[in-house]
């Protein structure tokens, strides 16, 4: 089975200084990976997914995630973050076979400091 | 494009009452999921259909929940009776699932906030 590990639950980063969030994955094979980033009162909204290609994989907002298969992990970047970049941020991982759903992991709550 | 549509988006009610959440998925997409948010327990998989039919409903808490999805445009997800423990955001998301490609990527309504008294 199939399973994510956000392991900081909250992050702290002062505004315009660098951000990176940690994401492991357990699957078999290659899986598909997405990042969403949660709003307070809102809906998950997909930053980025990686299916295949280039591991280094652009999304929106200025945000990149890349995949590296020795570590399991996909980790999301932002090199300058902006106050507005507070709110709750998802790694999932999906099978790129068969009727598969999404397996979230936790949730890593980001903290913009002035 | 609209987006994942979902009504209400708050719904306070007393235990015992029926709640009946809908859900209407982008056009076009053959997959639907409904989720549970609460802060113990994240973001929980109620049940998910592929081409109106149910696939896995084993994350539904028990009996008292059901889902149907009667046609390609429309969801619901029912609570009855309701209990103060079912409190949470319900979120639906649709997406496109194939057999064969596998994992498709999903698109979140804006949820419905869900109070029970």
């Known amino acids: 089975?199939?399973?994510?590990?956000?392991?900081?639950?909250?992050?702290?980063?002062?505004?315009?200084?660098?951000?990176?969030?940690?994401?492991?994955?357990?699957?078999?094979?290659?899986?598909?990976?997405?990042?969403?980033v949660q709003s307070p009162g809102q809906g998950l909204q997909l930053l980025l997914k990686y299916?295949?290609?280039?591991?280094?994989?652009?999304g929106i907002k200025g945000f990149e995630a890349e995949f590296k298969r020795?570590?399991?992990?996909?980790n999301l970047r932002k090199p300058s973050v902006h106050w507005s970049d507070a709110a709750e941020y998802f790694c999932a991982v999906g099978a790129p076979s068969g009727y598969s759903t999404l397996t979230f992991g936790k949730g890593t709550m980001l903290l913009v400091s002035p | 494009d609209a987006g994942v549509i979902q009504s209400p988006r708050h719904e306070v009610t007393e235990m015992g009452q029926?709640?009946?959440?809908?859900?209407?998925?982008?056009?076009?997409?053959n997959s639907l999921f409904w989720y549970r948010q609460t802060m113990m327990r994240g973001l929980e998989l109620l049940i998910y259909f592929n081409n109106n039919v149910p696939i896995d409903d084993s994350g539904m808490p028990e009996d008292r929940f059901s889902a149907k999805m009667p046609n390609a445009s429309f969801s619901t997800l029912k609570i009855q009776p309701s209990e103060p423990r079912d409190s949470a955001v319900y979120f639906c998301a649709s997406g496109g699932l194939n057999r064969l490609v596998g994992t498709d990527t999903q698109y979140f309504g804006p949820g419905t906030r869900l109070t029970v008294l």
């Open chain 2, 18 to 29: 029926e709640v009946t959440l809908r859900c209407k998925p982008i056009s076009g997409h």
């Open chain 1, 1 to 36: 089975a199939q399973s994510v590990t956000q392991p900081d639950i909250h992050i702290t980063v002062s505004e315009g200084a660098s951000l990176e969030l940690r994401c492991n994955y357990s699957y078999g094979a290659t899986p598909y990976l997405f990042w969403y």
């Open chain 1, 70 to 74: 020795s570590q399991s992990s996909f």
């Open chain 1, 51 to 58: 299916f295949s290609g280039d591991t280094l994989v652009q």
